[in-house]
């Protein structure tokens, strides 16, 4: 299958910073890409839909001002936590579709980034 | 709209043993169905798939799950169970029109006792 490539893995930051997390499809061009957050013993939340070259689409109750979605180009994605708190560490995963529809339909995901904040 | 619904957040089962987890989905159109794997701190990886055709769908590692729309369901199943097993399963759904906008059931963590 396509990869998609996460960075970094694991990142610890201090409350107040800002903290970047890319997302890169490797072997193919991601039209649509999708950020997702996993709270401990949880399943993953949606937070929100990028398409390139366009404002990302956030679901209700995920705050825009603060995890800021760039997708500048149809390979990569970026995922910012602005102003950290403790309460935003979580484990993040992107994931990246081709934009097959039908029964072609898929999405890949990729290895997640586990971001504590102190 | 679309959810899914995965009944036993933890299921428990000897080495050997048939393993069963259980989803159940709510979709308004035609769904599309997945079952993903986890392991810890980890992303996921796909284990199969159900979009058309038929209804039994064979994964990787020995998994299967049958889509039952009657019963609005898509079981996984795999009839022995090995230790290397053990992790968190996640039901999802989408649809032709979602653009693999997938919504994930809350999971199900599988332990194996040797």
């Known amino acids: 299958g396509a990869v998609v490539s996460q960075h970094p893995s694991r990142v610890i930051c201090k409350s107040g910073t800002s903290v970047k997390i890319e997302c890169r499809s490797l072997?193919?061009?991601?039209?649509?890409m999708f950020w997702y957050r996993q709270f401990p013993k949880k399943s993953l939340m949606l937070m929100a839909t990028?398409?390139?070259?366009?404002?990302?689409?956030?679901e209700q109750g995920v705050e825009k001002d603060k995890f800021l979605i760039n997708h500048a180009s149809l390979t990569l994605s970026t995922l910012t936590v602005t102003s950290a708190h403790p309460e935003d560490s979580s484990f993040y995963i992107c994931?990246?579709?081709?934009?097959?529809?039908?029964?072609?339909?898929?999405?890949?995901f990729g290895q997640g980034t586990r971001l504590t904040v102190v | 709209a679309q959810s899914v619904t995965q009944l036993g957040s933890h299921v428990s089962v000897s080495e050997g043993a048939l393993v069963l987890l259980r989803c159940n989905y709510s979709s308004s159109v035609p769904p599309y169905l997945f079952w993903y794997v986890q392991y810890p701190n980890q992303g996921l990886q796909l284990l199969l798939k159900?979009?058309?055709?038929?209804?039994l769908v064979k994964g990787i590692n020995g998994f299967e799950a049958e889509f039952k729309k009657s019963e609005t369901s898509f079981h996984l199943t795999k009839p022995s169970a090995h230790m290397s097993d053990a992790a968190e399963y996640f039901c999802a759904v989408t649809s032709y029109s979602s653009a693999s906008k997938i919504i994930f059931g809350s999971g199900t963590r599988l332990s194996i006792r040797p």
């Open positions: 159900y979009t058309t055709g038929a209804t």
């Open positions: 994931s990246a579709s081709p934009g097959w529809t039908g029964s072609n339909t898929e999405a890949f």
């Open positions: 072997d193919f061009q991601a039209t649509t």
């Open positions: 990028s398409n390139e070259g366009s404002k990302a689409t956030y």
